[in-house]
């Protein structure tokens, strides 16, 4: 004896269209948890997403802040060298200029070194 279901070919057939009825009512809603799982992913972690934002933003601030110390430097150079101009003339900074580049020093300066660049 053989123990096992036994289907004669019309039990069958509606077997397998029950099955494929119930498939195909679930195809709908396993497509649309699909496409909500991929969009909800990207939403966050694609190229695009919330947190690639969230980078950028974080990488515009700090460009931000290195964009304001270069203007800065560059305002505290456009100072001197308006204060070296001919017509306004700054006898100290001019001094100080040509002490720096050109190592001139009276024979009884003592000369202090200051390696910090922040000029």
Do not use: C, W
């Not at 397998?16 to 396993?30: C, E, M, Y």
């Not at 017509?87 to 024979?107: I, K, Q, S, T």
């Amino acid at each position: 004896m053989t123990r096992g279901i036994n289907f004669d070919s019309l039990e069958l057939m509606q077997f397998v269209d029950h099955i494929r009825n119930r498939l195909r009512k679930a195809l709908g809603p396993a497509l649309f948890i699909v496409t909500l799982v991929y969009f909800g992913y990207h939403t966050f972690e694609g190229d695009h997403g919330l947190l690639s934002l969230r980078d950028l933003n974080k990488e515009m601030t700090e460009l931000e802040q290195k964009a304001a110390e270069v203007e800065a430097r560059k305002a505290a150079l456009e100072t001197k060298v308006a204060n070296l101009r001919r017509d306004n003339l700054d006898l100290d900074l001019l001094d100080e200029r040509a002490r720096d580049v050109l190592g001139f020093h009276e024979p009884n300066e003592i000369i202090i070194f200051n390696d910090d660049k922040t000029e």
